[in-house]
């Protein structure tokens, strides 16, 4: 079992920038892939960025390359997204996710269902 709990949202203004955290309960943090997704009123969750689990491989949605990047520290049973460039169609609900992988890149396709543990979410509004 893994419980996830999100952190760092709130409101900045357009071209501003914001680190999110996720915090892992568990023992075996460094053994889950991990994920962000977002999801706005209405609309599919989407994915956003993934990190295996040593942190080795990383993949960003085309909509954040450039201006996401994810990172995490297994120490601190942590992954952070730094999100920079902040637009106001990034505003919306952010969700970690964990995965017990099934092969190395388990999960950084973006797949939901590839995802067994969701976090609440943490809201990030931009204003323009």
């Known amino acids: 079992q893994v419980q996830l709990v999100e952190s760092g949202g709130g409101l900045v203004q357009a071209g501003g920038s914001l680190r999110l955290s996720c915090a892992a309960l568990?023992?075996?943090?460094?053994?889950?892939?991990m994920g962000w997704f977002r999801q706005a009123p209405g609309k599919e969750r989407q994915f956003v960025a993934a990190?295996?689990?040593?942190?080795?491989?990383?993949l960003s949605a085309d909509s954040v390359k450039g201006r996401f990047t994810i990172s995490r520290d297994n120490a601190k049973n942590t992954v952070y997204p730094q999100m920079n460039s902040l637009k106001p169609e990034d505003t919306t609900l952010y969700y970690c996710?964990?995965?017990?992988?099934?092969?190395?890149?388990w999960g950084l396709g973006g797949a939901l269902n590839e995802y067994s543990y969701w976090g609440p979410g943490t809201q990030v509004t931009v204003s323009s």
């Open positions: 990190i295996t689990g040593s942190g080795g491989i990383t």
């Open positions: 996710a964990a995965t017990w992988p099934k092969s190395p890149t």
């Open positions: 568990g023992r075996t943090f460094s053994m889950n892939n």
